[in-house]
């Protein structure tokens, strides 16, 4: 085959330019990579929990209509979303996974000759979502590694970064993969100096996790700040990974703009009906913050006994540092577990962990301190 086929020449200069995204390794290429079983997951901030009883049964009865369009609009889905943040409809506009609300950002403010800003140490996609359109992402330094929220979040330096060719802010909170988070104050501080064009993305995916006192819901923030946008996943404490499905909420002109670059049926009938059944079962949400909340603490409990420095994290997963990440991660993926390298968000010292069930959490302590030893 051709090394260096002609229409390559024909790309787009900043799509030559990306590298892709590299997700959590699938427990399927570790079993057949190794030949190994009896694998478990850590890296790619799932919930161990999964999805709510009621979710199974409305994909059953969804299986009756696989060979029709799913609702365009995702209306059922987008009224009970309306219900539950206490927002109109018109706010609401429905992604495959966040991800996709993320791209249409990019899609529909970035260009050429304009900016994105960010933070080190964030989630990839933001900068792989504004070099895709030709924009600059403009990043910022993080916080130091002694400050209160270690590797999080520098406001001040994200605020520096700024000028008239700003066109986007990208802020995650909490923050992936250091589990750093902002606070009320320091956020509307920062919200009341961006000029009004620029529109700030305020990245929730981890939201329903955090339980910190003084930890701020976007959405309650959307009447006084017309040009934010909160996005939020049905990948995480709600257990629908597989099915994606993810919503941004933000003032009705910004939503319109996002539906017009929107395709058509990215959310597909089974993940709109999921997405519903998981939605109305609180207690299965409840239950799923409890286990962890209970797994961040048997993890750093076990991190501090083994003497490893980790970040204090409110998501689902801890980001702790070790000698020689790369070789370690690669002899804990040859005992089966897999945890994610993070030396692509600049912290090539450290890996990340997801929450598990005790028994997982335990088995990765277990595992992970004998390693060490040999």
Not at 114 to 136: D, K, P, Q, W
């Amino acid at each position: 085959m051709h090394p260096n086929p002609d229409f390559l020449a024909q790309a787009l200069p900043a799509v030559r330019d990306l590298a892709p995204y590299e997700p959590g390794k699938p427990i399927e290429e570790l079993e057949r990579e190794l030949g190994i079983a009896n694998i478990i997951k850590l890296a790619s901030n799932e919930s161990p929990l999964g999805p709510a009883p009621g979710v199974r049964r409305v994909l059953e009865a969804e299986l009756d209509r696989l060979a029709l369009y799913p609702d365009g609009s995702g209306h059922a889905l987008k009224q009970a979303l309306a219900g539950h943040l206490d927002v109109a409809p018109a706010q609401v506009t429905l992604g495959n996974g966040s991800n996709d609300l993320l791209n249409l950002v990019a899609q529909a403010f970035l260009a050429p000759g304009r900016n994105a800003v960010m933070s080190a140490h964030a989630f990839a996609i933001y900068a792989l979502a504004t070099r895709a359109v030709g924009a600059e992402a403009r990043v910022a330094p993080a916080l130091p590694a002694d400050a209160a929220q270690p590797c999080g979040h520098d406001l001040a330096a994200m605020a520096e970064r700024m000028d008239g060719n700003t066109a986007v802010v990208f802020i995650a909170n909490p923050n992936n993969p250091t589990g750093t988070w902002i606070d009320r104050d320091a956020l509307e501080n920062f919200l009341g100096a961006v000029p009004p064009q620029v529109v700030v993305v305020l990245d929730e995916a981890y939201f329903e996790y955090v339980q910190q006192a003084g930890y701020p819901d976007g959405c309650r923030l959307l009447a006084r700040y017309p040009n934010l946008l909160v996005t939020r996943t049905f990948s995480k404490a709600y257990g629908l990974a597989a099915l994606r499905v993810g919503y941004a909420v933000s003032h009705p002109a910004l939503a319109d703009l996002l539906n017009r670059l929107r395709q058509p049926f990215n959310v597909n009938s089974l993940g709109l009906a999921a997405a519903r059944a998981a939605l109305a079962d609180t207690d299965h949400l409840a239950a799923a913050v409890a286990i962890n909340r209970a797994g961040l603490t048997q993890l750093s409990t076990g991190l501090a006994a083994l003497g490893l420095p980790y970040i204090p994290s409110v998501g689902n997963f801890i980001t702790f540092r070790v000698p020689d990440a790369a070789d370690l991660n690669q002899r804990l993926l040859r005992s089966g577990i897999i945890v994610r390298p993070v030396a692509g968000y600049g912290l090539s010292e450290s890996l990340r962990v997801s929450v598990g069930l005790p028994e997982h959490n335990a088995r990765f302590l277990e595992t992970l301190g004998r390693l060490l030893q040999s």
